[in-house]
């Protein structure tokens, strides 16, 4: 860690252990939430709770790439969302795991610079308990039309508009990993009938029926609800385009927790301005932040939040627990949980 | 109904069944809400739906006291939500059920003008499933900050605020009947502890706790939400004063869909601005419709909607079938649910 001694450091750990020490560099971004950002404390704090292990370690933690180059040296691990691409592993030759702090990694994508036998491991898993408060908050927005009674309460006008109850409807969810699962525990929750839209056309529990993403058309025109929660790859990108919206009902509505180049958001608020959909929840955006002058901001039907949906004030700390897991799987030869798969992008 | 003959509806009726007809005269006001008028047509699905029952009625239905006083007359149970308090006894000899469209009978009391032989019911129970959708969305509203998450949309600031899953937290839900009961279903089903405040001290599932009305008090710190859903009664107005919003915590969130003068709404909306409470969720106010120039509208930290937390689209076909059911009763000689409590006021 910065200000403490590598060598009397790492010296003192393997005289009690004599086991051989790792060296993790963390290296953060200061232009990034400060929630993505592993700081010393935190640190410490995950330390402390997973004592034994971390006996094993050297950590150093760079910011901005103050010390990337030096410690890249000697890293055998690298907690980083925006690692070094050109020739990483000449300037890392001990390098064997990247673990990054999101769970997304379209920003790493295509992955031809990452040297085969490095590992990289992402963050998923940690969204699950959030995400799934955040698509029951959403479903129940868009059911009681929220996005115009909050415009009402805007303009000062009492218009009373009388909903049904939720129970019956039928949310169609496209991606059912971990975000999926856990927008199909929030529909399952309020009563709604789920059916996830997957690569291999099954879905586990809690959905009650599946069908494969090139079968999608069949299942749009049955929702009441639209939830997104893939990631971005070259084969979700656009997959909500202008043509598969329009196969959606006018009264349904749209929720998007995973990326927003999955949705075509142009006709999206297109249709939305000429009541040709109902409402719309949208928590990621392009580009984030998004500028003040953006169409989505003043959008008819829209409710919009700032990537919000997933993220729990503690997801640092969650972070450290995975990869002091993961750490400990490394110890035993057993192989990483979170790994991303090469060829899916995800 | 207007338009059929009495004469001859009531003599086909009796041909047919030998038993006798009962006059219900149902009462509309041209300036209530759409939904709690009982239109014609309505009343012609509910009577195809119970058509034995229907049978041994005859029905009027009038608008703004357009035919009242004629059919008073005769009439021996009566749908109001208004009735004629004034000498009801003598205008109204055969008189003996009136029905309410409402839950709350707020307006109705001191019920001194009511005869003791007339019994009166409302419409406790068709509000239950909206109010728990309601509360679960208001629940997640409070626990994501959403009032600050909204104004800073309108504001076209892109401000994450990233809070923790709701699991856990304290919900202390202030009346226990037909509503309080699904807000605890709500609080319960996203994982919140429930603590219930009754007059009894006692409280049925999903409550976990229960304290008495007059211990209020000793409950309130512990809330991180507090869910009001009592009628207003002479025990219940002013009950969360401004000395008792001092009690809960800063970071507490409080939600009303019972009556709103059981909340000291101006001290609410003095600790809100101050950030002395984290925000609110408020379905009822006084006067409804707000005027335009009500504090309400631009409060910092509120979200208000124009009384809609309770009430489905099929509210009047769930009040005709509640009717129906409590008809049979009457010829088969039992006691009527959904009764009144004279001295309680509700």
């Known amino acids: 860690m910065p200000g403490t ?12 252990t004599k086991a051989p020490v790792f060296h993790l560099h963390v290296e953060n971004s200061s232009k990034r939430q400060p929630l993505f950002q592993l700081r010393e404390e935190t640190y410490a704090a995950a330390a402390k709770r997973h004592r034994p292990l971390a006996a094993r370690l050297k950590v150093t933690i760079g910011w901005d790439g103050d010390i990337l180059d030096k410690q890249l040296k000697t890293a055998d691990f690298m907690i980083n969302s925006n690692p070094p691409r050109e020739g990483l592993r ?7 795991w990247i673990q990054t702090t999101g769970a997304g990694i379209d920003g790493l994508l295509p992955l031809d610079w990452l040297p ?3 590992t990289l491991t992402n963050n998923s898993g940690a969204h699950g308990d959030k995400a799934e408060d955040y698509c029951t908050m959403a479903l129940l927005l868009l059911q009681t039309r929220a996005p115009t009674v909050f415009a009402n309460q805007r303009d000062k006008k009492w218009i009373p508009i009388f909903t049904t109850p939720i129970a019956g409807r039928t949310a169609v969810i496209i ?3 971990d975000l999926g699962s856990a927008a199909g525990r929030a529909a399952h929750k309020l009563g709604l009938k789920v059916i996830a839209v997957t690569r291999s056309g099954k879905a586990r529990k809690p959905a009650d029926a599946a069908c494969k993403v090139g079968r999608i058309d069949s299942v749009l025109p049955k929702a009441d609800f639209v939830i997104v929660t893939t990631p971005l790859t070259a084969g979700t990108a656009n997959l909500l385009s202008r043509a598969r919206l329009d196969l959606m009902k006018s009264t349904a509505g749209l929720v998007n927790i995973g990326r927003s180049p999955v949705v075509d958001y142009d006709a999206l608020l297109d249709k939305l301005e000429k009541n040709e959909l109902a409402g719309a929840v949208l928590d990621v955006h392009s580009p984030e932040p998004l500028p003040s002058d953006a169409r989505m901001w003043t959008a008819r039907n829209v409710i919009i939040t700032p990537h919000i949906s997933c993220d729990d004030p503690r997801y640092m ?7 002091f897991a993961n750490f400990a799987r490394i110890l035993a030869g057993k192989p990483l949980t979170n790994q991303v798969d090469r060829k899916l992008g995800y």
């Open 116 to 118: 085969a036998d490095i």
């Open 5 to 16: 001694s590598k060598k009397a450091n790492s010296a003192s750990v393997s005289r009690k």
């Open 90 to 96: 000449e300037r890392a030759p001990r390098l064997q």
């Open 317 to 323: 700390d969650f972070l450290c627990d995975t990869w």
């Open 175 to 177: 991606g059912f990993g």
